[in-house]
């Protein structure tokens, strides 16, 4: 038994060990500059980052897609994760408390590709149709909005997925570490003549801060690995564009692309070296979220209420 | 006056993010009944695929396909899983190697499913084997441990104490107490555990695309390419034809139904107390 439970030490030995073989290739080649270079083609004078046929790989879009697609998902989810663990735990009326919180449930175990589905052929026409006209209208001036990508498929779309999919996971764990504050934090801003926010702010939110730090962080986690529904909807170009509404490609996208049709060997090392910073990345990431929300739950206060 | 404002305000936008987050989710489950169900006939799980661009097949290589890498799939996770959660919850308890195998769980738990596939794909698919149901299969194994592990801890941890010390008082060695005491009251959590890890790996695609591969035609050997549920949706949603669509989102129903009725009879065990039962 103690192997069995020295073998999940085995199995991240043995991931970063596979990575960090197979991406050997592509780091004796091209180094650090693989994440922030890029070539300019002498031709059309145009940047170019992934040429697979002519072995050029740079990863600096993917990275750019990732960290785009990821913060639009935690700008749309955190607010709304936060609401409704709040609504969930101080304001909610019994009867709806368990639904809700079951549904919420069922949302995290959909499967990521069945997101997509629903992405590609409701969210991605909705967007096509209504938002992103509007969005041109309203905000184009700023630059982050001026595009005329006709497809709906972009970095809008997969932020607005992402957001749906990262909800459940900061939302719940936001309820758990608001739970873990003892109810007399509460009853004593009560008593102190607070109002219900007033006492939510001062008397729970402020203790569970650093818990509902870490969820938000778990909840990046989620957002920076997840594959398939930004694969379906963020229209896989190999871009850096300034516009939300262009079409990108995440790093977890493009080894969903194409690792299995791979031109070379190459081409394979430098999608697992994504891959090894992904997983690196994911790791610390994760890492730090789970010390966060630890610092929070762990010992006595969750038996306190 | 003002703070009674702001009380209302911030009420106000509690119920509205609920409002905007219970919206989509309900729209998702609404379409995919919808579509599914409109979409479901017997063929989709009697026939395989036809080729391209023509209407009709279904889907029943892939549904068996599931079942193969599942298969593999549990049969490297469980074992292995429920081990490593008897040591946490038994033998490890409180010392700094559980702490440490605990916190890996979860932070392994966070590794994307890709980069796994990815790890697979260099440790197992070689030119000699290039695409296989076994590999797919392991790489689902692999994410199904840190999972199975750590709900078979939890469950073990709501057995009561007065039941091992019940055992202990009797001169059961520990060993016997913790397998057939302490391990047979949590069964029933551990089983559930150990479906909801599948329902979680049941739907995973992304490393699937490069281990399994996917296959058009019936096969279930363990070293050949294999069809699964998941990976037929991505590639019949990426694809032009309507029929394909039509397909996808019948099986996207498939897998939904499955993996809710397994995530709902976890809750039902766990929140009805079943391990109460001894106590």
Redesign the interface.
Known sequence: ?????????G??V??AT??V??SQLSWARFGFAFFVSRFVDPETRLPMYWDPVNGHFSALPFVFGTLVSSFLALLLAV??????A???TE?CPRVLRAP?A??????A??????????A???LVPLLREYVNPSLIKMLGWTGFFNNDNPTGLGFVAAGVILA?MI?PII?SLTREVMNAVPGSQREAVLALGA????M??VGVLRNARIGIVGAII?GL??A?????AVT?VIGNTPQIQRSLLASGASM?SV??NE??EAAGDLHLSA??EI?LA??IV??I???L??LLVWAVTRGGPAQAH | MFRTATDGLATGLAVLATVLVVVPLVAIFVYLIYKGASSLNLAFFTRIPKPEGEVGGGMANAIVGSGVLLGVASALGVPIGIAGGIFLAEFGRGTKLANAVRFTADVLNGVPSIVMGVAVYGLIVTPAMPFSALSGGVALGIMMIPTVTRTTEEMLLMVPHAVREAALALGVPNWRSVLSITVKTASPGIITGCMLAFARVAGETAPLIFTAFGNSNWSVALNRPISALPLEIYRYAISPYDDQHRQAWAAALVLVVLIVAAVSLVRFVTSRGVLKGAS
Not at chain 1, 102 to 107: P, Q, V
Request: charged fraction near 10%; proline fraction near 2%; glycine fraction near 8%.
């Open positions: 038994m103690v192997l069995c439970a020295l073998s999940i030490f199995i991240v043995l991931i596979e990575l073989r197979g607010p709304l994760a936060i609401g409704l709040v609504f969930l304001m809700l079951f549904l919420t449930e069922l949302l175990a959909i499967p990521s590709v069945i997101y997509g589905l629903w590609m052929f409701i749906i909800l939302s109002t219900r926010w007033e939510i702010r778990l986690g989620r920076l690995g997840e594959t398939m379906m977890a080894i969903a690792y299995a999608l697992t891959g992904l997983f994911t790791i990431v994760n890492a979220a789970r």
